[in-house]
Antibody, heavy 121, light 108 residues
Framework: QVQLVESGGGVVQPGRSLRLSCAAS????????MHWVRQAPGKGLEWVAV????????YFADSVRGRFTISRDNSKNTLYLQMNSLRAEDTAVYYC??????????????WGQGTLVTVSS | DIQMTQSPSSLSASVGDRVTITCRAS??????LGWYQQKPGKAPKRLIY???SLQSGVPSRFSGSGSGTEFTLTISSLQPEDFATYYC??????????FGQGTKVEIK
């Protein structure tokens, strides 16, 4: 069955960097676009970034563009989120999610359990 | 960007009640909308796709309707395990993918 397991979260000071990982199993990872979605404490869901199946296309939310990068290693079935210049408002649970397709439109069908990132001095 | 306006933000209901949650899109999105359920400390779980199709394994008391700009999620008879937060997601025009603000369903 599809499994997505995030790791790498923790407490980090403002302005510092952190890299999240998402280990995928149970499906052909290299065939699917992958996303990061986050949720600040007590708040709603916010899409963060997407990467195409081959890593050639990447898109970001305005709130993180220029500070976060998304990448993948299809040989290791792993998705990454490199977060630089972190701010307090980046504090959230970060979920990785696999893309699914309906009528040619992409959505999120499987989610990991999330990893908490806390940006605080 | 497409904005999704979800209402109400919270509601209190009793077991057995019929519950309706609404999402409005800032522009037409055909039926490219999904509904997700999230329980505390857990990842979102997809309930409905293509506005009205029930995800496999989801109880039939959940239903979705709508097209264009207005959508509803209905729980026909609320069960104890349904107390959770519900989100709509538009996947018609992206990036960005956009969620509604969420509706917390609490026990009355």
């Amino acid at each position: 069955q599809v499994q997505l397991v995030e790791s790498g979260g923790g407490v980090v000071q403002p302005g510092r960097s952190l890299r999240l990982s998402c280990a995928a199993s149970g499906f052909t990872f290299s065939s699917y676009p992958m996303h990061w979605v986050r949720q600040a404490p007590g708040k709603g869901l916010e899409w963060v970034a997407v990467i195409s199946f081959d890593g050639n296309n990447k898109y970001f939310a305005d709130s993180v563009r220029g500070r976060f990068t998304i990448s993948r290693d299809n040989s290791k079935n792993t998705l990454y989120l490199q977060m630089n210049s972190l701010r307090a408002e980046d504090t959230a649970v970060y979920y990785c999610a696999r893309a699914g397709w309906i009528a040619g439109r992409q959505f999120f069908d499987y989610w990991g359990q999330g990893t908490l990132v806390t940006v605080s001095s | 960007d497409i904005q999704m306006t979800q209402s109400p933000s919270s509601l209190s209901a009793s077991v057995g009640d019929r519950v309706t949650i609404t999402c409005r899109a800032s522009q037409g999105i055909r039926n490219d909308l999904g509904w997700y359920q999230q329980k505390p400390g857990k990842a979102p779980k997809r309930l409905i796709y293509a506005a009205s199709s029930l995800q496999s394994g989801v109880p039939s008391r959940f239903s979705g309707s709508g097209s264009g700009t207005e959508f509803t999620l209905t729980i026909s008879s609320l069960q104890p395990e349904d107390f959770a937060t519900y989100y709509c997601l538009q996947h018609n025009s992206y990036p960005p993918w956009t969620f509604g603000q969420g509706t917390k369903v609490e026990i009355k």
